[in-house]
């Protein structure tokens, strides 16, 4: 079993709808990441948390770390949010090396 | 500023080459990654380093070699080129472990 698992993997919705991406994870953490991939295949970083809730724009992460589930929402989704989403998690101190661990990706295809 | 950068974007390589995939940042970040993508696969982490002069193993390290004798400096280095060292290679920095991580455009490496 993945240490990272993100729900669904593939997500095809219209333009204005509201999106939701689910990413559970089974190891101590210090941080959960949010990252986004382009088609070209460039990624950008959209949110770094380690509780509660960030929002930015029309993007919302929020995290329970009880749980250890976070999820990833977009509100009134347009075609240019089509992308890959991507859950990564920082293991906690002595959790093993430094860098991230990740999940395999959410494929977002929002049409008009 | 440039942010992370990434040569070459794409490379042709026969089995038992070897090479040097160059990454440089300009953000005077301490810590930099190297993460490998494979079709259908989430990232992985080769190897990192949280400052110049020390490096360290990550999740999938066999088959690749890093130094980092600079603060913007970290190239990694692939010995004897196999087949299955094919991937998209993803260089990334931090200022710190538990901080936005900045990743390069990535470097798409096909052993043949």
């Known amino acids: 079993k993945n240490e990272v698992e993100q729900s669904p993997q593939n997500l095809t919705a219209q333009e204005g709808e509201f999106i939701t991406i689910n990413c559970s994870y089974s190891?101590?953490?210090?941080?959960l990441h949010w990252l986004q991939q382009h088609p070209g295949g460039g990624i950008v970083s959209l949110f770094m948390?380690?509780?509660g809730k960030k929002k930015h724009g029309r993007l919302i992460a929020t995290i329970n770390i009880q749980e250890k589930h976070s999820s990833l929402h977009i509100t009134a989704s347009h075609p240019r949010d089509s992308a890959v989403y991507i859950c990564?998690?920082?293991?906690?101190?002595?959790?093993?090396?430094?860098?991230?661990?990740f999940g395999k990706g959410t494929h977002l295809i929002i049409q008009p | 500023n440039a942010g992370v950068t990434q040569t070459p974007k794409f490379r042709i390589l026969k089995i038992g080459q070897s090479m040097t995939l160059q990454c440089t940042q300009d953000?005077?970040?301490?810590?930099m990654y190297w993460y490998r993508q494979d079709p259908g696969m989430g990232l992985k982490l080769i190897y990192y380093?949280?400052?110049?002069?020390?490096?360290d193993k990550g999740e999938v390290p066999n088959g690749y070699n890093v130094s980092r004798s600079t603060t913007e400096d970290f190239p990694l280095r692939l010995e004897l080129a196999a087949p299955s060292q094919t991937s998209v290679y993803f260089c990334?920095?931090?200022?710190?472990?538990?901080?936005?991580?900045?990743f390069g455009p990535g470097t798409r490496l096909l052993v043949l």
């Open positions: 990564a998690v920082r293991r906690g101190s002595g959790g093993g090396a430094d860098g991230l661990t």
């Open positions: 380093s949280v400052g110049a002069g020390i490096t």
């Open positions: 948390l380690s509780s």
């Open positions: 990334a920095s931090s200022y710190g472990g538990v901080e936005t991580q900045y």
């Open positions: 953000m005077n970040h301490n810590y």
């Open positions: 190891v101590g953490i210090s941080a």
